[in-house]
């Protein structure tokens, strides 16, 4: 039997967060996830999708002649095959990001796969489910983010940079969720405290304001 996903969609557009930011990138949302954050943007990949093999969708992502690509949901870890996935699209030569939640295991994850883990903020109503032993399978390759609600949730990560000497292993991204935190504000923030950190913004929503899906 092949080995299936369930896909929310598929698409080409602009990568709009970690160090990648700006470069064209095609993106494959997995349905499904764990986790019921207080300012998720794409609660549309929580159900439904469409069950494809793995060949099928690394076919669809390979006709858009794209060197970067990025698997994301949701939560792409929730589905097995997601692992057979990024290892083929590796295999194909291609710069693969993991856009993961932080909740699951990334230890089994290809090497060759950049991984991206979101650890929750208390202001996301979901830091309580954080897999810190993720932590230890981090490499320099790697990339942990931060989403920003307020003053808090800096305090917050900026404790969890510091107790956990994140900087020292990987790149460390902090982000606000648009319409709650001034991206100025936390800039200030992050220069008072000399932070080894990289400020991002969610350049899509910047280029395509309002926009939901295929972005």
């Known amino acids: 039997m092949p080995e299936m996903l369930i896909v929310s969609e598929i698409f080409f557009s602009i990568q709009g967060e970690s160090t990648y930011a700006g470069r064209p990138c095609v993106f494959v949302r997995l349905a499904g ?19 494809m093999t793995v060949e099928q969708v690394v076919d669809r992502m ?15 870890l929730l589905q097995p095959a997601a692992l057979p996935l990024m290892r083929m699209l590796a295999d194909r030569g291609l710069t693969v990001l993991l856009e993961t939640n932080g909740t699951c295991d990334i230890s089994g994850v290809d090497p060759r796969v950049v991984r991206i883990v979101d650890i929750k903020c208390p202001g996301s109503g979901e830091s309580d489910q954080v897999l810190w032993s993720n932590i230890a399978a981090l490499t320099a390759r790697d990339e942990v983010k931060f989403v920003l609600t307020n003053r808090p949730d800096y305090e917050w990560a900026r404790e969890a940079v ?10 460390v991204l902090f982000g606000p969720v648009l319409g709650n935190l001034a991206p100025a504000d936390l800039a200030g923030w992050i220069l008072a405290d000399r932070l080894p950190v990289r400020l991002q913004v969610q350049l899509h929503k910047v280029i395509w304001p309002g926009a939901e899906r295929g972005v």
């Open 62 to 76: 390979l006709a858009f002649g794209c060197p970067l690509v990025e698997v994301t949901g949701g939560e792409p």
């Open 33 to 51: 996830c764990n986790l019921g954050c207080a300012w998720c943007d794409t609660g549309y990949a929580r159900d439904g999708g469409e069950a």
């Open 162 to 171: 510091a107790t956990h000497r994140l900087a020292d292993r990987c790149q």
